[in-house]
């Protein structure tokens, strides 16, 4: 944690709204990639860094700088993404598989576009299949690029059962998705 950043913490605990602006400007754009990779979609996905925001900002003054601001903060991303899902029945739409502006892109043909779209469908639901313990690891290291350290804290749980989750989700995401192929040629 750098200088500016201790600084807009201890101003954001006495009520500084725009020091806590600042800092929520620094992390947008990860809490949503991490909350687009857990609820699968953008709307839920603003709605999960809308209520990360307004839960760190309730709860800034319990943060006791032992970890890093932003462990804190992922964990919090997490834990209200889960909130999201286990209040809410989702679907991905199509635009949010393949974005928009890659649909009808001139630069792939029509039929690797439906087999891109066909195979990122396929991803996300089979990892909708994982156990969450599987699908979290998976998300925060393979969509998100955290190291196992930073997944261990976001997580609260140690390095080895990081790698135990990254491994036994990678098999069973990779189980899952021969059987959907299976039944897919049949």
């Known amino acids: 944690m750098n200088d ?6 201890r101003r954001s605990k006495k009520g500084d709204r725009d020091a806590f ?6 992390y ?7 909350a687009f990779g857990l609820v699968g979609n953008n709307e839920d996905a603003k709605d999960v860094v809308q209520e990360t925001f307004i839960k760190v900002f ?12 932003s462990t804190w903060l ?16 989702y679907t991905l739409p ?7 502006d890659e649909l009808g892109n001139g630069n792939i043909l029509p039929q690797e576009q439906i087999e891109q779209l ?10 909708k299949e994982l156990k969450e313990d599987f699908s979290n690891v998976i998300i925060l290291k393979d969509l998100n690029g955290f190291s196992y350290q930073e997944i261990g804290e976001i997580l609260n749980i140690n390095i080895g059962t990081v790698k135990s ?22």
């Open 58 to 69: 309730k709860n800034i003054h319990t943060f006791k700088g032992k970890s890093q601001f």
């Open 4 to 9: 500016l950043e201790k600084m807009l913490i």
């Open 28 to 34: 947008m754009n990860k809490i949503y990639n991490i």
């Open 21 to 26: 602006e600042v800092l929520v400007l620094n």
């Open 118 to 127: 066909e195979e990122r469908e396929a991803i996300f639901n089979a990892l």
């Open 74 to 89: 992922y964990r919090i991303t997490v834990n209200t993404s889960k909130d999201l899902l286990r209040n809410k029945k």
């Open 165 to 186: 989750r990254i491994s036994r989700g990678r098999q069973q995401l990779k189980t899952i998705l021969q059987e959907a192929d299976r039944k897919y040629k049949q």
């Open 94 to 100: 199509i635009e949010e598989l393949y974005g928009e």
